[in-house]
């Protein structure tokens, strides 16, 4: 009989430690999927980590940034540099090429000897004569133009007088027009690139020999040239001055 009256008996209430119910609230129990949530939500309050990353990127862009402008401004001034060092070069290659309307420099002296005109081929070739503002000289040819054929040598002056009561030292720079007939425009002697120097009111003649590349007939490019026009320009020689590259127009 005791048996059934035990059964009936209500369940004692469960006491908690005190800890536990401070972690439910010290109520009611909580579900356990709220508890979970709880200690989820904890751990992401993390806000002023992702700002010190924030900022030692931008730190890091800022040093790459600095890098890329250092090598820029680096390879600036090594272009600028080459360009003062390509026009003594540029001027030794059209020289020896005739590219940019430079006669070429020297002759084979066997291809001069040897060499057969092209009689049917008559060109004319005119003599222009320029000064730069600071020079002082009256330069000018003797001739206005002169007939030659390709494979034949001839000759022309050019005068200049210093009327100064000083002595003026200078140098002259030429081209070839049009420009692709330089490379068949051969000196053999010429006054050009060497300082040439007068007294005052002295006068001199200044010889140009040449001769056309036979070569010039067979050129598809030169089958409508018949004129050529030889052009030089007398600058005054000064310490670290620079002569215009041959084949361009001069300021």
């Not at 600095?66 to 080459?82: E, H, P, R």
């Not at 009327?163 to 720079?173: E, F, L, V, Y």
């Not at 005052?200 to 001769?211: A, C, K, Q």
Request: glycine share 8%; hydrophobic share 40%.
């Amino acid at each position: 009989m005791l048996l059934p009256l035990l059964l009936r008996r209500p369940a004692a209430p469960v006491l908690l430690p005190p800890c536990v119910r401070a972690l439910y609230g010290g109520g009611a129990p909580r579900p356990p999927g709220q508890l979970l949530l709880r200690r989820r939500l904890l751990p992401r309050v993390g806000a002023p980590s992702r700002g010190r990353r924030s900022r030692s990127q931008q730190e890091e862009w800022r040093t790459r940034n600095k890098t890329v402008l250092t090598y820029i401004a680096a390879a600036g001034v090594g272009m600028i540099g080459l360009s003062y060092a390509a026009v003594p070069l540029y001027r030794l290659y059209c020289q020896a090429s005739g590219l940019g309307g430079t006669a070429v420099a020297g002759h084979d002296t066997e291809l001069v000897a040897t060499m057969t005109p092209v009689k049917e081929r008559v060109l004319k070739v005119t003599f222009n004569a320029d000064t730069h503002a600071s020079m002082q000289w009256n330069f000018r040819p003797q001739q206005t133009e002169i007939y030659v054929v390709p494979g034949e040598t001839a000759l022309a002056f050019y005068r200049a007088k210093n009327p100064t009561d000083k002595a003026i030292i200078g140098i002259s720079t030429y081209n070839v027009v049009p420009f692709e007939a330089g490379q068949y425009f051969n000196k053999i002697q010429c006054f050009c690139f060497e300082e040439q120097r007068l007294n005052p009111h002295e006068e001199v003649d200044m010889p140009v020999f040449f001769y056309i590349d036979p070569e010039f007939d067979e050129d598809p490019q030169m089958a409508r040239v018949d004129t050529i026009t030889l052009s030089y320009t007398f600058f005054e020689a000064k310490e670290g001055q620079r002569l215009p590259v041959p084949g361009y127009a001069f300021s």
